[in-house]
């Protein structure tokens, strides 16, 4: 009795085994292709106001705008070779196109560390990762294991691809980092620019990340510490033009200040160009009240927002950047 192999006949029995293997690399690239309409991630919005979206398509040309910037600069050669695949499929079928799989898969890798980056080579332009960017990665990942297991056909080749994919589910705990990250890195810029001698006013320095200054995301770990230290930052900025303060919220921040009995020959600072007539009269330096000298303040403040950052480095496991 013929089995059912040899009633098929060699020819039809080979199609029967490589069909199911084709679908699954062309539902790889159909999902590649939708990634293009779907949501990638999401930037600041202009002038520091809310967020904006960019679709997979904006992504792509903005990857190839910026081919300098290592990672997401280098993220669009991976579509080179996913455009090229389907005219590839013949020849892995046959065991052909070693080269072009192991290349594919490095450039995979590529995409996947644009959700891993070092941190130094993050950027604020991208916060938070949506569908379409996991979609075009587990596309590439998936089309490129497909073209690493048809050309050499080990299976063991699978694992690395089921092992990156698995990753994925972890970056936006750490695209969640990175913010911090760059946060915590543009305060210790301004804390420099204040411990130079004159300290630098708050607008004539360079942060590392333009653009990334506000983290609103009160439940992560490690914000209760950022948010401090931007506190402390804060009271310097508003009484940065004074010589005395006298405001109960800096009097009850900073206890250990030396605080001076009220003066009533002090004659308060009037307000200048230099000083918002709201945040003067908020922090007042009344003839009447207690006060304490600016420096005093200033340097106490400083070294608060530094122990403040060192702990949410410790916190969240960020031991890298200037200390």
């Given at each position: 009795m013929y089995s059912e192999q040899a009633m098929l006949g060699p020819e039809k029995s080979s199609t029967h085994r490589i069909v199911p293997v084709q679908i699954i690399f062309w539902l790889f690239f159909a999902g590649w292709v939708v990634s293009f309409f779907l949501p990638a991630y999401t930037g600041p919005g202009s002038f520091g106001g809310g967020t904006v979206t960019v679709y997979g398509r904006g992504a792509a040309i903005g990857s190839m705008l910026s081919f300098f910037r290592p990672v997401y600069g280098w993220a669009w050669i991976a579509n080179v070779f996913m455009a090229l695949s389907p005219f590839r499929v013949s020849g892995a079928r046959h065991g052909k196109g070693q080269v072009y799989a192991t290349l594919f898969i490095a450039t995979a890798l590529v995409g996947a560390a644009c959700a891993f980056p070092p941190p130094k080579f993050s950027i604020p332009d991208v916060q938070t990762l949506q569908i379409g960017y996991f979609v075009w990665e587990l596309s590439l990942l998936g089309t490129a294991t497909w073209f690493l297991w048809s050309a050499f056909h080990r299976s063991i080749l699978l694992l690395?691809?089921?092992?990156?994919?698995?990753?994925?589910?972890?970056?936006?705990?750490?695209?969640?980092?990175?913010?911090?990250?760059?946060?915590?890195?543009?305060?210790?810029?301004?804390?420099?620019?204040?411990?130079?001698?004159?300290?630098s006013p708050f607008s004539h320095y360079t942060t590392p990340f333009d653009n990334d200054w506000n983290l609103r995301v009160s439940f992560h770990e490690g914000y209760g510490e950022i948010t401090a230290a931007s506190q402390n930052l804060r009271d310097i900025e508003m009484c940065k033009h004074r010589e005395r303060i006298s405001d109960d919220w800096i009097l009850l921040s900073y206890p250990h200040v030396i605080i001076h009995p009220p003066d009533p020959n002090h004659v308060p600072q009037p307000a200048t160009e230099a000083i918002i007539v709201e945040s003067y009269c908020n922090k007042d330096e009344s003839a009447a009240k207690p006060w304490v000298l600016e420096s005093d303040m200033e340097r106490a403040a400083l070294s608060e927002a530094k122990t403040h950052l060192d702990d949410a480095e410790r916190i969240l496991g960020i031991y890298v950047g200037s200390k």
């Open positions: 690395p691809g089921l092992i990156l994919a698995y990753s994925l589910f972890y970056a936006p705990e750490h695209m969640l980092k990175l913010r911090s990250y760059r946060v915590i890195e543009n305060m210790k810029a301004a804390i420099k620019a204040l411990e130079t001698p004159r300290g």
